[in-house]
């Protein structure tokens, strides 16, 4: 036995049986590897080819000249059905870095219908706009401007109570429009909404509406959207009439003022104690940008006279300036 460890052709056969295992040991491990790392890409390559579906709401843009034309019936938003890789399609959802729009130029005045577009789609994604056209009513723009009056329910004011003349900060707005939903405007109105049995003075923002022959509102953009209301409201009995006078306010030193108005006294409102105290009513009125002679309307500030409120509400004045 001892012979045989120490002969050379056993070392040998030895060496030669490890080497072979050994081999066979690497070649199987690179297989395995090779195995993993093709699942591996496999995995990755689904990922990357995956297809995604999302449905996404866009604002819809008009092309069209918005300085000579106005344009209705046409929706705020519409819908975009994307399907195309999963990551692009998440993305596009995600940020909307596109946009949906209708071209409307070149076209007249009239009812069309429209074919929608987009614009900065990726080209692997696939689109559908719902709906797909629309119908717009193209008319030339215009813009008017009109007088503002104060509407409100006066059967919401509580019994033994009367209100005054309501006050608005603003008193012209413009309304722009298609040509035909300007011309429906007969009146537009700061609506004023009191509570039930209202007994104390309301001064509060109203939302400003144009409306047609019917009371229906017009279609139309209107500058400014909101006033400033103010609306005097008082127990039947306290008041009084009082003398209306004058005073100039940002006055030129080197000349005087002096004031005309239809109106000569005013009937304020308030507690027992401030008629008491009120023997005539102080109306500033602005002479900063009279040179010769200007009429304008002002605003009767009852705040500032110490009552509750004034009828009326505004008076018309014509300064007259002299040189001292």
């Not at 239809?262 to 109306?283: M, N, P, R, Y």
Request: aromatic letters at 6%; glycine letters at 4%.
């Amino acid at each position: 036995m001892k012979k045989i460890f120490d002969s050379r052709w056993t070392y040998r056969l030895i060496s030669l049986f490890l080497a072979v295992c050994l081999f066979l040991y690497v070649n199987s491990s690179k297989s395995l590897s090779t195995q993993q790392t093709g699942s591996t890409t496999g995995t990755n390559s689904t990922t990357l080819t995956a297809t995604e579906q999302k449905t996404v709401s866009v604002q819809l843009r008009l092309n069209v000249d918005s300085d000579k034309y106005f344009v209705t019936g046409y929706p705020e938003k519409v819908k975009v059905h994307l399907r195309g890789p999963a990551a692009l399609v998440t993305a596009t959802a995600n940020t909307q870095n596109f946009r949906v729009f209708a071209n409307l130029t070149g076209l007249k005045a009239g009812e069309h219908t429209v074919k929608l577009k987009q614009d900065g789609l990726n080209r692997d994604i696939n689109y559908q706009i719902s709906p797909a056209s629309i119908k717009v009513n193209i008319q030339p723009r215009q813009t008017v401007s009109f007088p503002v009056s104060v509407q409100y329910d006066k059967s919401r004011i509580a019994a033994n109570y009367i209100a005054g003349s309501p006050t608005s900060d603003v008193t012209n707005v413009k309304a722009t429009g298609a040509e035909g939903e300007i011309d429906r405007i007969t009146k537009v109105v700061a609506q004023l909404n009191l509570a039930q049995d209202t007994k104390k003075s309301v001064n509060t923002e109203a939302v400003i509406e144009a409306l047609d022959r019917n009371g229906q509102t017009v279609n139309v953009i209107l500058t400014p959207a909101t006033t400033q209301v103010n609306l005097p409201i008082t127990a039947k009995g306290n008041s009084k009439k009082v003398p209306l006078k004058f005073k100039a306010k940002n006055a030129n030193s080197n000349q005087e003022y002096s004031f005309q108005s239809s109106t000569k006294t005013v009937q304020v409102f308030g507690s027992a104690s401030d008629l008491k105290a009120i023997s005539e009513f102080s109306a500033d009125v602005d002479v900063s940008d009279v040179k010769n002679q200007k009429t304008k309307t002002i605003s009767l500030d009852a705040e500032a006279n110490k009552v509750t409120g004034t009828e009326p509400g505004s008076v018309k004045v014509t300064i007259t300036t002299e040189s001292k």
